[in-house]
Nanobody
């Protein structure tokens, strides 16, 4: 009922910045809680950030607090992840996800729809 497509990944030096975008189509975008997750090779999928429909509440994983900012533009059906002060340990495939229903924002199993992911590589 919703399709998600991430973009904006790439290679950046440590300390640099990158902004990811996730474009949504299908069912009403504003009805969904949106999240970002990431997964590095050999690692478990990790919660990064989440935002509610009105942008009145945001949540962040401990490893990115103070460095990453999630936002959304419902008119454009797009959610963003601004990443600053990037570190090599931020290297991963980043996925956006959407949830409509009971939700523990930090747990990926509560999100019904997922994008294909975009690679972020941070060099030292």
């Amino acid at each position: 009922q919703v399709q998600l497509v991430e973009s904006g990944g790439g290679l950046v030096q440590a300390g640099g910045s990158l902004r990811l975008s996730c474009a949504a189509s299908g069912r009403t975008f504003s009805s969904y809680v949106m999240g970002w997750f990431r997964q590095a090779p050999g690692k478990e999928r990790e919660f990064v950030a989440a935002i509610n429909w009105s942008s009145s509440r945001t949540n962040y994983g401990n490893s990115v607090k103070g460095r990453f900012t999630i936002s959304r533009d419902n008119a454009k059906n797009t959610v963003y992840l601004q990443m600053n002060s990037l570190k090599p340990e931020d290297t991963a495939v980043y996925y956006c996800a959407a949830s409509l229903g009971p939700l523990n924002y930090y747990n990926s199993v509560y999100y019904q729809y997922w994008g294909q992911g975009t690679q972020v590589t941070v060099s030292s």
